[in-house]
């Protein structure tokens, strides 16, 4: 089976503001994007431990820490730097085009 990935808007650039977390909803999909030192990256929105709202973490240059149980993630790659998270996040590529954030799906 082929799956065909597609480039959705996310959002505009100043709603990710540097050092800023944005979650949102594309069909069914949820999402976090992150402004980390000006680069916007894109993973999955909710946490591969239980179900935690990534967007209410935090963000530092280690990548995005869980609020629930703070495992913190790297946001090149989704890997959890530290327990109990075992799981990456998937990672999602981010284009910026005329001021608005685009995330392939
Ligand atoms: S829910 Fe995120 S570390 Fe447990």
Do not use: M, R
């Given at each position: 089976m082929i799956?065909?990935?597609e480039w959705i808007k996310?959002?505009?650039?100043?709603?990710?503001?540097?050092?800023?977390l944005f979650g949102f909803t594309i069909n069914d999909?949820?999402?976090?994007?992150?402004?980390?030192?000006?680069?916007?990256?894109a993973t999955d929105?909710?946490?591969?431990?239980?179900?935690?709202?990534l967007s209410t973490g935090f963000l530092s240059?280690?990548?995005?820490r869980c609020p629930l149980h703070l495992s913190v993630f790297n946001l090149?790659?989704?890997?959890?730097?530290?327990?109990?998270?075992?799981?990456p996040l998937k990672v999602y590529n981010v284009k910026i085009d005329n001021n608005e954030v685009y995330v392939e799906v």
């Open positions: 799956f065909l990935s996310a959002c505009n650039l100043e709603q990710v503001k540097e050092s800023q999909t949820k999402i976090l994007l992150a402004n980390l030192k000006g680069k916007i990256h929105l909710i946490c591969t431990h239980a179900n935690a709202d240059e280690e990548g995005v090149e790659n989704g890997e959890p730097q530290n327990l109990p998270a075992e799981t």
